[in-house]
Structures are given as C-alpha cells and as structure tokens.
C-alpha cells in the first residue's frame, strides 16, 4: 500500500505556545488529505478535508481558527495546533487518497500531542 | 444512532480460534466497506475494502458485505497473537467521500 509519514510521532509542548504536524504522501499525490483526533480506547473523529490548494473543510464543532491545517501541495498537509491547552492532548492522525479512483485511505502513524 | 455501529469488545480468544467482528450501518447509501487494523499508539492499517454486497478473501482474512441487512463481518482465520489489535470497520458513500467510523473492536488472541 502507498505510505504516509506523519511527523513528530510525539510532542509535548507548554501550554499557550502552538505545534506543527506534518503529514507527507511519500509515493503518490495525495489530492485530498483528513485530520483526525483520538482519544484512548476511542475512533477516530474526524476533524477536517483538505484539498490542495483550497482550504480546508471543517466538521461541526471544530474550531478552525484553532486548528489550522494547510495542504498547499499534494504531498504535504500541516495541522497546526494554535495556543494549545492541556485539553488539545489527544492523538491526531492524518490520512491521505490518491483520488485515482480507489476508496482506499492511508494513514499515517499518528502523533500524540500532549499538552503540559 | 451512530451511523456505524460496533461492538468495542473486548474480544478475547484462543490461539487458532476463528474470530467474527461486525458491524451495522444506517445509512444505505454507502457502497464502500473497510477494515482496518490500529495497533497501539500507531496509524490505522488498511486490511481490505469491499464496494456493495459480497465477500472478499486476502488470506485468512475475509470480509462480507451484506447491503440489505446493512450488515458488515470480518472473519479471521487461525488467529495468531499478532492479530491482537482494534479493528475499525469504516464506510463510504464514494471513493472521493469520507470515511465514517465504528468505534472499534478490540481483540485478544491468548497464545
């Protein structure tokens, strides 16, 4: 399957200060890229669609001046945590589709965000 | 009512065992069906997908699709420890739509 390298893996950060997570297709273009948060023993709860160069589709109850998630080429997507607080630690993951037809969505490894 | 409904387990088997995942939709407009497998602190895997109603086999892994029941199974054969992990079943109204999640299954193979 195509690859997706999510990074940091983790990251602690002070509260008040933001963090970048990068997300990269490393084989293919990625025409559309989804942002996702966890919580333990929880599913993925989407957060946002980004198409390149357009900007990003939020879900309801998504702050997006909070978050703030840029895919200005069809490798690269970013999520930038914005003043983050202790209650932003969760574990974010990005996922990627080619758009050549297929439903198939690859994700990257993940990274946990916590928030001191 | 979640959109895609699973049982979060956990689910906890013997080595060898053939374990049964499942999961149930509402909306019958979706036409793609996945797995996938979440090992922890990790990404979510891709096992398979399925588009409408059938069965789909990769090894000892085989996904069913029934639309009219909007019903949706994992079978995994001879399970191993390895195995042990969440499995996520998911949708998809089209290839380009996103994807909607169940909450996850966890399964235990015992050695």
């Known amino acids: 399957g195509a690859v997706v390298s999510q990074h940091p893996s983790w990251v602690i950060c002070k509260s008040g200060t933001s963090v970048k997570i990068e997300c990269r297709s490393l084989?293919?273009?990625?025409?559309?890229m989804f942002w996702y948060r966890q919580f333990p023993k929880q599913s993925l709860m989407l957060m946002a669609t980004?198409?390149?160069?357009?900007?990003?589709?939020?879900e309801q109850g998504v702050e997006k001046d909070k978050f703030l998630i840029n895919h200005a080429s069809l490798t690269l997507s970013t999520l930038t945590v914005t003043s983050a607080h202790p209650e932003d630690s969760s574990f974010y993951i990005c996922?990627?589709?080619?758009?050549?037809?297929?439903?198939?969505?690859?994700f990257g490894q993940g990274t946990r965000l916590t928030v001191v | 009512q979640k959109e895609v409904e699973q049982d979060p387990g956990p689910l906890s088997v013997p080595e060898g065992a053939i374990v049964s995942l499942n999961c149930t939709y509402s909306?019958?407009?979706?036409?793609?069906f996945m797995w996938y497998r979440q090992y922890s602190r990790k990404g979510p895997e891709l096992l398979m997908y399925?588009?409408?109603?059938g069965n789909k086999e990769d090894g000892r892994f085989t996904a069913q699709v029934d639309k009219s029941s909007k019903y949706i199974s994992l079978f995994i054969r001879d399970s191993q420890p390895s195995d042990s992990a969440t499995y996520l079943c998911?949708?998809?109204?089209?290839?380009?739509?996103?994807?909607?999640f169940g909450s996850g299954t966890r399964l235990l193979v015992r050695p």
């Open positions: 996922s990627a589709t080619s758009g050549t037809g297929g439903p198939e969505a690859f």
């Open positions: 084989d293919f273009q990625a025409t559309t």
């Open positions: 980004s198409n390149e160069g357009s900007k990003a589709t939020y």
């Open positions: 909306n019958s407009a979706f036409q793609y």
């Open positions: 399925t588009y409408s109603s």
């Open positions: 998911a949708t998809q109204m089209d290839s380009s739509y996103k994807l909607i």
